[in-house]
């Protein structure tokens, strides 16, 4: 008996004696500071990159590791409230609408073959977007959104999708007739984030330039999916949004646009794709003789200039060689006798830049003939490259969107991210981070998704820092940061 | 019923590492209370595992002590710079021991020891920070020391006896720091083995230089556990690797270090008596965590240990023919070194505190009571050596540790 009562003390003593306390503990109130700001309702608004989307889908571990996510987390620590995701059933990704898949699951990287490549998951999506989150979210990014959708009421809209909603916004929307804006000003946030404008030119670049360039234009009726968005548009939006978000007096942050030629989707295909043997080229030199002597002949009559004529001769050697593509800015030509129209052929070079998709693609036979291959035999079209001169819409329409948000972001006195350098950098030699350097090299280089457009984890821990930075520096905040080397990269099969 | 109560606990045994490295100086109630000191007390059967060499000396016929002391152990980290805090949530471990001793003449005495000197108790939530380096350990060792002990003559006595080691791990770790399955479940590995053995042997010697006296200095030797074969199972690999890892099995090597015991009592009347130990523990024997996969696989997890020293002290006042009290203090210093400090055993230098009483219930039998506080000073510390493309990638924060030990047992003399 004496001996229980005994060991029972000593029990009751190691129980209370025992928890070791810190002598500043990083969990207590004040260890951290939010400075001027207020994080206890934390709105993040933007697209794709704000929803936490990578590997060309929405699941959920890219969702828990979104920068809006990341930072909320860290914003726990300095007074930050709940961050409520509209998180999907899986780790799968992709989309049903009513049973029926309207997009597909993640990518990932499979060891099948002899080298690695990019396959989708063989997996059957189970987020429906009939099933509503039923509740008010603070990550409000939707996938694919440009600027003017974020105020676009009905953009939530079921009926709509395919046209003018966005499913994505669909399974959080308040109603049917609400806009983004309007629900994240309904939930009256201490603080927000803002990173949008991206797709504004990144859907036209992505697709190669087969939209327009609206600049000048802001019918929003006439824009299609693929067009590059008004700067004026763009301006007239982002003072609306920060308006509508500022109006309680909400403290924010926005970022900037990166450069599209930052992203692998651009950089990694070469511009000489194409090894050939020397018969082969002698071969398709042949082939394409009688254009390369067109030409010229037209050049002899005025009708198209020196320059381009050399320009637009096709010419195949032993080795790499760039691809044949069509280029809609070249000079329409016909012959003169019969009327019958000159294709506009040339030859890529290292100021285009062929998407990312064409890697699939390019060297592929059309009907399985050996004499007809993509690329080569067969010109590509507009959509697998971007020109110079369609860069330079893009980079055009980039820098006055980029202009607007810097001003907007000194106007409102908001925290400024220049996502434009930090990509830049990511593309010029990597940002280092404690297991190794974060580039741009597809897969390879740990930053960037296997869509070639969206970071990895570790991508957007990156983002995270660079946001936490700028409030913390904007608003004497003390947001502890997170360290990349912890978060997840390319997903192997 | 007793004996059901100690069979009991040697079913549940579960050792814990709260010493330097993952040494568990729990071995006996009536020592542990001063202060672990004893190479050179003679007390009690206890000295079986303290100093075979002074089991001779013992006046009594037979003496039998067991006890066991279940460790409450803590560990709390955080990381300041990324704002991240985690506590180790140990499960409750309970090293045993069990002494007798048997004069079989004037010359010779004979003993047995049964004790757990090594092991180790730590489970860190699951994918935690520092899940690449380990979510949970559990070692144990069971050490088995047959003695004998030569008396040659009233001031000197040897003794000493060949050591059975029985030892088991089991521990899993993420493999990295990111590799999932398409799940995004975190892949990881369990290595688990059991009834590994090795041998070695303990030697001592007493000196009683004069009445009040006494020297003592005792040696065990190292034993290299050799795990072979063992389980080693991967879990939530992605698909395209899992080829090369069904049925794995292992092979790795844990070094549980030699240690030197030197030490003196002096009785300074009929109730007091003070005791001083070193001790210096062998601990370079760890240089490396190595464990060698059947499919090819290895995975080197440098340790560096050094050597390291215990400074002993302890005092006993008999208040009574029923109570005996006992106090001591000892300072550990932890045989890591700077940048080596990996989750599993995170041991900066300690503070301990011991005390203690007997109670005699009758003059044959007796219960043990003890309690050791372990404190250790804050510290800032990393592990260095894990590795990502050949890079080394620092792990740690600030740890703030402590271990709590009530100890109970009994002794039994005729």
Redesign the interface.
């Known amino acids: 008996m004496k001996n229980n009562i005994t060991f029972l003390i000593f029990s009751a003593l190691a129980l209370v004696a025992c928890e070791p306390e810190f002598d500043k503990s990083v969990d207590d109130a004040g260890f951290y500071s939010a400075g001027e700001a207020d994080f206890s309702n934390y709105i993040a608004l933007g697209n794709s990159l704000t929803a936490g989307y990578a590997d060309d889908a929405l699941y959920l571990q890219g969702q828990e590791n979104s920068y809006p996510n990341i930072m909320a987390m860290q914003f726990a620590h300095a007074g930050g409230g709940d961050f409520v995701q509209p998180l999907v059933d899986d780790n799968t990704g992709g989309l049903l609408a009513g049973g029926t898949k309207i997009a597909e699951p993640r990518m990932i990287l499979a060891f099948e073959g002899e080298n690695p490549s990019p396959v989708i998951l063989d997996r059957e999506p189970t987020t429906d977007i009939t099933n509503h989150i039923g509740e008010p979210v603070n990550n409000m990014g939707v996938p694919g959104a440009k600027i003017y959708h974020l105020v676009a009421e009905g953009y939530g809209n079921i009926s709509g999708v395919g046209t003018t909603a966005n499913p994505y916004f669909v399974r959080f929307a308040s109603s049917a007739e609400t806009s983004v804006i309007a629900d994240a000003a309904a939930q009256d946030p201490t603080f927000f984030s803002l990173w949008i404008g991206n797709n504004d030119i990144l859907s036209y670049a992505t697709s190669g330039g087969v939209g327009e360039d609206r600049t000048g234009n802001t019918n929003l009726q006439e824009y299609g999916s693929n067009d590059i968005t008004d700067p004026n548009v763009f301006a007239a939006v982002y003072k609306q949004m920060l308006d509508a978000l500022t109006a309680n007096g909400a403290k924010g942050a926005v970022a900037n646009i990166p450069d599209v030629t930052s992203i692998p989707f651009f950089t990694t295909v070469p511009y000489a794709p194409v090894p050939l043997g020397e018969a082969e080229a002698a071969q398709l030199n042949q082939g394409y003789a009688e254009y390369n002597q067109g030409v010229m002949l037209l050049a002899g009559f005025g009708l198209v200039s020196q320059e381009e004529a050399e320009r637009r001769q096709i010419s195949f050697q032993t080795g790499q060689n760039p691809v044949v593509i069509i280029d809609e800015d070249l000079t329409p030509l016909s012959n003169p006798r019969t009327g019958e129209e000159i294709p506009s052929l040339r030859q890529t070079t290292p100021e285009d830049l062929i998407v990312l998709r064409a890697s699939s693609f390019i060297g592929t036979t059309v009907g399985d003939d050996p004499q007809q291959v993509n690329g080569v035999s067969v010109p590509l079209d507009d959509q697998w490259v971007l020109t110079p001169e369609e860069q330079e819409l893009v980079s055009n329409a980039q820098t006055q969107y980029n202009a607007t948000i810097k001003a907007l972001a000194g106007e409102y006195e908001l925290a400024f991210i220049d996502a434009q350098a930090m990509m830049q950098q990511v593309a010029d030699g990597g940002i280092p981070f404690d297991g190794g350097v974060l580039t741009s090299v597809y897969a390879t280089g740990k930053a960037f998704s296997l869509d070639g457009v969206h970071p990895t984890a570790k991508g957007y821990a990156m983002v995270a820092n660079a946001f936490i930075d700028a409030i913390n520096d904007r608003y004497q905040a003390t947001v502890p940061g997170i360290n990349p080397g912890a978060y997840p990269d390319v997903f192997v099969k | 019923m007793k004996r059901t109560y100690i069979s009991v606990m040697a079913v549940l045994i579960t050792a814990c590492a709260y010493a330097g490295g993952y040494r568990v100086a729990l071995q006996g109630q009536k020592q542990l209370a001063m202060g672990h000191t004893g190479v050179a007390v003679i007390n009690s059967a206890e000295s079986v595992f303290f100093n075979p060499g002074g089991i001779s000396f013992l006046e009594k016929k037979v003496t039998i002590s067991a006890g066991v002391s279940?460790v409450?152990s803590?560990i709390?980290l955080?990381?300041?710079?990324?704002?991240?805090?985690e506590k180790a949530d140990n499960p409750v471990a309970t090293p045993f021991n069990v002494y007798a001793a048997v004069k079989i003449n004037d010359w010779m005495s004979a003993g047995i020891a049964v004790y757990t000197p090594y092991g180790s108790g730590v489970e860190y939530p699951k994918d935690w920070?520092g899940s690449h380096l380990i979510n949970n350990i559990e070692l144990q060792s069971i050490y088995i020391q047959p003695t004998v002990s030569f008396r040659i003559n009233d001031k000197l006595s040897i003794g000493g006896g060949p050591i059975l080691a029985i030892g088991s791990a089991n521990f899993n770790r993420n493999i990295d720091?990111?590799?999932?399955n398409?799940?995004?479940e975190r892949a990881n590995v369990t290595i688990d083995d059991s009834g590994v053995t090795a041998w070695g042997y303990s030697l001592g010697l007493a000196f009683r230089a004069t009445d009040d006296l006494t020297l003592g200095v005792s040696y065990k030797s190292e034993m290299k556990m050799k795990a072979k074969d063992g389980k080693a199972e991967f879990r939530n690999l992605?698909?395209?690797?899992l080829g090369d890892f069904d049925n794995t099995t292992f092979n790795a090597t844990l070094p549980l270090p030699a240690e030197l015991a030197v030490g003196a009592s002096y009785t300074i009347d009929e109730k007091w008596m003070v005791a001083f130990d070193y001790n210096r523990v062998y601990w370079d024997a760890y240089e490396s965590l190595d464990v060698f996969f059947s499919n090819g696989q290895e995975s080197h997890n440098p340790r560096n240990y050094k050597n390291s020293s215990v400074y002993r002290f302890g005092l006993q006042y008999i208040a009574s023919e029923r109570f005996t009290l006992r106090g001591g203090y000892y300072y550990d210093e932890s045989p890591v070194q700077p940048g080596y400090f990996a989750p599993e055993t995170p041991r900066n230098d300690s503070n301990n505190f011991t005390g203690g009483l007997t109670?005699n219930i009758s003059e044959r039998f007796a219960?043990d009571?003890a309690?050791l506080?372990i404190h250790?000073d804050?510290v800032d510390a990393t592990y260095d050596h894990y590795q990502?493309?050949g890079?080394n990638?620092?792990f740690g924060g600030?740890y703030?540790?402590?271990?709590?030990?009530?100890s109970?047992g009994v002794s039994y003399a005729f």
Request: hydrophobic letters at 30%; zero cysteines; a negative charge.
């Open positions: 279940p409450i803590n709390h955080q990381n300041s710079r990324y704002g991240w805090s920070e720091r990111t590799t999932t398409a799940e995004g992605p698909s395209t690797a109670v219960i009571a309690f506080y250790f804050e990502e493309n890079q990638v620092p600030t703030k540790n402590n271990a709590f030990v009530p109970i």
